[in-house]
């Protein structure tokens, strides 16, 4: 109890405190719990649980994506199950979607509210891994008395969303343990593990909402591999993850306005506009003909001496 009453106090000292908000973002969370949401760090009951049906339903409109998600679920508890830890993914709202916990901790996490249907967005339980990254749109670790609930100071939660095609926010993907012995530095190894995770899957649900496009990785060096643009056959950027639309400057969210790839690419050398569409048919219609400039002329729908004055213009060898 006396711990408790120390978390309590922590709290309120920090709420009461406008440079503490300012200089750190968990203040600023306990802040937004209590001033905001009018929650009270001293409550006891566990997180709200959604009717069935209604997990049921919000299950269904994310159907395929939980589809492709689950086996990176599993693939993840695989590595961190053995160490008391719980994965759980959520939906944009932080209404807990799956879990994969040890059989033997699954009466553990149901006491403390990690269970489907929970609701654990900031709003309903204060500070909190799931809540607070959903909030502030991150990659977020909650250790123990960084929750703002006393009641959840047991717990550590690493977390990292998950973004949709559009730019919004589609789910978060959350490990969980409340084992007394969980240090920060290790704590620090599982958060890197999830945001891993959390890329992969936001990866494969882009390329899945674009399946007849090109994909290209927008960093050429590697470092963001989570900067894509999906291209169509008319070499029109058509989707951006949200890595890309930040590293490009385009819309950040909704639908993206057309615009060719090489604009976004800077590539201004040689034939521009027209000249360079028609330079590139050229090359692909001779290609694709092995040099026959004949075959490639009938492929492009002109004659033989138009061809090689095309081929001339643009500066084109057979």
């Avoid at 609930?149 to 409340?178: E, K, Q, W, Y």
């Avoid at 003909?289 to 004949?294: E, K, R, T």
Wanted: charged share 25%; with cysteine; glycine share 8%.
């Amino acid at each position: 109890m006396r711990q408790e009453a120390d978390h309590i106090d922590k709290v309120m000292r920090a709420v009461e405190s406008r440079s503490d908000a300012a200089r750190s973002p968990v203040a600023a969370s306990w802040r937004r719990s209590m001033e905001h949401h009018g929650l009270d760090t001293a409550r006891g009951k566990v997180p709200h649980v959604v009717e069935a049906r209604e997990l049921a339903r919000r299950r269904d409109e994310l159907g395929e994506f939980l589809a492709m998600a689950m086996p990176k679920l599993d693939q993840l508890f695989a590595l961190v199950g053995a160490s008391g830890c719980g994965v759980l993914l959520t939906d944009a709202t932080g209404i807990v979607l799956d879990l994969r916990c040890a059989d033997a901790d699954a009466e553990i996490f149901r006491d403390w509210g990690l269970r489907p249907g929970a609701d654990w967005s900031e709003a309903h339980e204060g500070t909190n891994g799931i809540g607070t990254c959903l909030a502030e749109r991150r990659r977020v670790t909650i250790h123990r008395d960084d929750h703002f609930l006393a009641r959840n100071t047991v717990l550590s939660c690493m977390d990292a969303p998950i973004f949709g095609a559009d730019g919004h926010i589609l789910a978060a993907l959350d490990v969980s343990s409340a084992r007394v012995n969980e240090t920060e530095g290790f704590n620090r190894l599982l958060s890197a593990a999830v945001s891993q995770y959390a890329q992969t899957i936001e990866n494969l649900h882009f390329r899945a909402t674009f399946p007849d496009a090109r994909i290209i990785l927008a960093d050429p060096d590697g470092a963001d591999a989570t900067a894509l643009l999906a291209v169509d056959d008319n070499d029109l950027v058509i989707g951006a993850t949200r890595s890309a639309r930040r590293v490009f400057g385009l819309e950040s969210v909704g639908p993206l306005k057309l615009r060719p790839s090489v604009d976004l690419f800077g590539r201004g050398d040689g034939p521009t506009g027209f000249e360079k569409a028609e330079r590139a048919a050229v090359v692909r219609a001779l290609v694709r003909a092995d040099g026959n400039v004949s075959q490639a002329a009938r492929v492009l729908g002109i004659g033989r001496a138009t061809l090689y004055r095309q081929m001339h213009k643009f500066g084109i060898e057979r």
